[in-house]
């Protein structure tokens, strides 16, 4: 079982930035395959970005140059490093950890881009 915390989401400009955080606790960190989702409202869920237990991440063509996933093993988060921020940005925005076909959801932390 593995419990997922997100924070700093907020309000912010177009093109500005903000940092994610997600903190894992319940099982080997390292282990997991880490991701950020989003939904808007009336979207589906979608996939942000993923970084592998060895580091190698993958970004939706959307947030390309723009976001950086990036993970601590020795304090159990990753991090979204979201740059130029864009009002199509909006949404909330879950922290995931997936291992061996079993995935884990945090509560989600709401970003809003508005002037």
């Known amino acids: 079982q593995v419990q997922l915390v997100e924070s700093g989401g907020g309000l912010v400009q177009p093109g500005g930035s903000l940092r994610l955080s997600c903190v894992a606790s319940g099982s080997i960190f390292s282990r997991y395959t880490m991701g950020w989702y989003r939904q808007a409202p009336g979207n589906q869920r979608e996939l942000v970005a993923t970084?592998?237990?060895?580091?190698?991440?993958n970004y939706a063509d959307s947030v390309k140059g723009r976001f950086t996933i990036s993970r601590d093993n020795a304090k159990n988060t990753v991090f979204l490093q979201m740059n130029n921020l864009k009002p199509e940005d909006t949404a909330a925005y879950y922290c995931?950890?997936?291992?061996?076909?079993?995935?884990?959801w945090g509560q989600g932390t709401h970003v809003t881009v508005s002037s």
């Open positions: 995931n950890a997936a291992l061996g076909g079993v995935s884990f």
């Open positions: 970084i592998t237990r060895g580091g190698s991440e």
